[in-house]
């Protein structure tokens, strides 16, 4: 009854603001996520290999976050993190059992309330229409790309499907503004891309490991064959290639469409994937930089900053409040996160933002332009804490802890986690709760997946 009631109230502030104002052309837009990502593995970021040559080009008619963080390491609390602009622990999905509350406003619903088509589509077990995901879409599309065999999950080809099926939508919302969200799975261990990707970055290797069977495969591990590891990023970075040939396909059909200039794209990911950087593979497992920072790629109506750079902190939480403010809508309740584009490069100190992330309320993390704590939570009356803290100027790299000779930077960062999880129990409550039941054909899935026991 009190989402119905805000639902009525937020079209009917619209209705009013409308008055007298004349036709507006509404801009369509497009949220990509493209799965277990990395920022540093991406051309318009600094990397080496051409992985990205459609991205890239995107970059360049864009406003560009160099400094961009996800609110966790893995698919599912990130996700609903984007779709409500709320951190993981404010929105309380941060387990395999947990599902977004119905109460909860999205941002589709937004665009929904406000004459927008609204579709996804998407491809990874862990956006399934069960956690929540399905709120405010007219279409939610988690069944053209299916898995019930972990086989069929990390060594499945998906990017042709989801591609497919994104034009046929396309087609169907033709002549109305439209909200559409894409996910990308392929670059999602396990790393098998198909040919000429799979031989695109190490054309000359000879040896025998592969990218199949990523995580449980004991041929890849911490301090194994640096030549051998060296291939393995290798098959990451040609599924990176192989997703963004189809981000370009994409591209071309909204510019033949004539969509493209009116059409607001923010691409991203949900995390990245670490490869024994800190001594783990893959991801679930910290919140360091590899698998927290992630691209955030606004490309504005009529490119508009197009080419601007921007290194102020910024995050994931932030995509729903700025899909809004340019499409001219009402603000998203409970918002995390804020407008990206009323920042500017020369923000003063006293501004600066942080950012929160979590995994499975064990480790917690707390982010500045200038400093992160991580936290190695204990639950239990005292909620102890083992810390570490890094430098992020002077070692963006997060090799040495300093959280021994910075104390006063420990105390600060540490009180303000505490007093953030504090106020995101908080914002749980008032959300009340989901009607998620997980049925068993969820569970089958989900364990044969390897995501729970």
Same mark, same amino acid.
């Given at each position: 009854m009190?989402?119905t009631?805000?639902?009525?109230l937020?079209?009917?502030?619209?209705?009013?603001l409308?008055?007298?104002?004349?036709p507006?052309?509404?801009?369509?837009?497009?949220?990509?996520?493209?799965?277990?990502?990395?920022?540093?593995?991406v051309g318009?970021?600094?990397?080496? /290999?051409?992985?990205?040559p459609?991205?890239?080009?995107?970059?360049?008619?864009?406003?560009?976050?160099?400094?961009?963080?996800?609110?966790t390491?893995w698919?599912?609390p990130?996700?609903?993190?984007?779709l409500?602009?709320r951190?993981?622990?404010?929105?309380?999905?941060?387990g395999?059992?947990?599902?977004?509350?119905?109460?909860?406003?999205?941002?589709?619903?937004?665009?929904?309330?406000?004459?927008y088509?609204?579709?996804?589509?998407?491809?990874?077990?862990?956006?399934?229409?069960?956690?929540?995901?399905?709120?405010?879409?007219?279409?939610?599309?988690d069944e053209?790309?299916?898995?019930?065999e972990?086989?069929?999950?990390?060594?499945g080809?998906?990017s042709?499907?989801?591609?497919?099926r994104?034009?046929?939508?396309?087609?169907d919302v033709?002549? /109305?503004?439209?909200?559409?969200?894409?996910?990308?799975?392929?670059?999602?261990?396990?790393?098998?891309?198909?040919p000429p990707?799979?031989?695109?970055f190490?054309?000359d290797?000879s040896?025998?490991?592969?990218?199949?069977d990523?995580?449980?495969?004991?041929?890849?591990?911490?301090?194994?064959?640096?030549?051998?590891l060296?291939?393995?990023?290798?098959?990451?970075?040609g599924?990176?290639?192989?997703?963004?040939?189809?981000?370009?396909?994409?591209?071309?059909?909204?510019?033949?469409?004539?969509?493209w200039?009116?059409? !607001?794209?923010?691409?991203?990911?949900?995390?990245?994937?670490?490869?024994?950087?800190?001594g783990?593979?893959?991801?679930?497992?910290?919140?360091?930089?590899?698998?927290?920072?992630?691209?955030?790629?606004?490309?504005?109506?009529?490119?508009?900053?197009g080419?601007?750079? !921007?290194?102020?902190?910024?995050?994931?939480?932030?995509?729903?409040?700025t899909?809004?403010e340019v499409?001219g809508l009402?603000?998203?309740?409970?918002?995390n996160?804020?407008d990206l584009l009323?920042?500017?490069?020369?923000s003063?100190?006293?501004?600066e933002?942080?950012?929160?992330a979590?995994?499975d309320?064990?480790?917690?993390?707390?982010?500045?332009?200038?400093?992160? !704590?991580?936290?190695h939570?204990?639950?239990?009356?005292?909620?102890?804490?083992?810390?570490?803290?890094?430098?992020?100027?002077?070692?963006?790299?997060e090799?040495?802890?300093?959280?021994?000779?910075?104390?006063?930077q420990?105390?600060?960062?540490r009180?303000a986690?505490?007093?953030?999880?504090?106020?995101?129990?908080?914002?749980?409550?008032?959300?009340?709760?989901s009607?998620?039941?997980?049925?068993?054909?969820?569970?089958?899935t989900?364990?044969?997946?390897?995501?729970?026991q």
């Amino acid at each position: 009854m009190r989402k119905t009631l805000l639902k009525f109230l937020v079209t009917a502030a619209v209705a009013v603001l409308a008055v007298g104002c004349g036709p507006v052309e509404k801009p369509n837009v497009i949220l990509i996520s493209i799965d277990s990502l990395r920022a540093d593995h991406v051309g318009a970021y600094g990397y080496s /290999r051409a992985t990205s040559p459609h991205i890239d080009a995107l970059a360049e008619e864009s406003v560009v976050f160099e400094n961009a963080v996800s609110t966790t390491s893995w698919t599912l609390p990130a996700h609903i993190s984007m779709l409500t602009s709320r951190f993981s622990e404010a929105h309380g999905v941060t387990g395999a059992g947990d599902s977004l509350a119905d109460s909860a406003i999205t941002l589709p619903e937004i665009f929904q309330e406000n004459g927008y088509a609204t579709a996804a589509v998407v491809s990874g077990p862990f956006l399934n229409r069960r956690f929540g995901f399905s709120q405010g879409f007219d279409v939610y599309d988690d069944e053209t790309v299916s898995f019930a065999e972990i086989n069929d999950s990390h060594q499945g080809v998906t990017s042709p499907l989801t591609h497919r099926r994104a034009l046929e939508i396309l087609k169907d919302v033709a002549g /109305r503004p439209f909200f559409l969200f894409l996910h990308y799975w392929d670059v999602h261990y396990d790393y098998a891309p198909p040919p000429p990707y799979d031989e695109m970055f190490d054309p000359d290797y000879s040896g025998s490991v592969s990218g199949d069977d990523f995580i449980r495969n004991d041929e890849i591990h911490r301090g194994m064959n640096s030549r051998d590891l060296e291939h393995v990023v290798a098959l990451y970075d040609g599924e990176i290639a192989f997703t963004d040939f189809y981000l370009g396909e994409l591209f071309a059909e909204l510019k033949r469409l004539e969509l493209w200039d009116n059409t !607001l794209i923010i691409l991203t990911s949900d995390h990245g994937d670490e490869f024994f950087e800190h001594g783990n593979k893959g991801h679930r497992n910290t919140l360091y930089g590899e698998l927290l920072n992630v691209p955030l790629i606004v490309k504005l109506p009529q490119q508009r900053r197009g080419g601007e750079r !921007l290194g102020n902190l910024a995050g994931v939480v932030d995509i729903a409040p700025t899909m809004l403010e340019v499409a001219g809508l009402p603000p998203l309740a409970g918002a995390n996160g804020e407008d990206l584009l009323a920042r500017t490069s020369d923000s003063d100190e006293s501004s600066e933002r942080v950012y929160f992330a979590d995994v499975d309320l064990r480790v917690k993390s707390v982010v500045s332009e200038s400093s992160k !704590l991580i936290a190695h939570w204990r639950r239990g009356p005292d909620e102890e804490m083992r810390v570490e803290l890094y430098n992020m100027i002077r070692d963006p790299g997060e090799q040495l802890d300093v959280s021994t000779k910075e104390v006063a930077q420990v105390v600060r960062l540490r009180r303000a986690l505490q007093a953030w999880v504090r106020s995101a129990r908080e914002q749980v409550k008032h959300l009340g709760e989901s009607g998620f039941e997980q049925d068993p054909e969820l569970v089958r899935t989900l364990r044969s997946l390897g995501y729970i026991q």
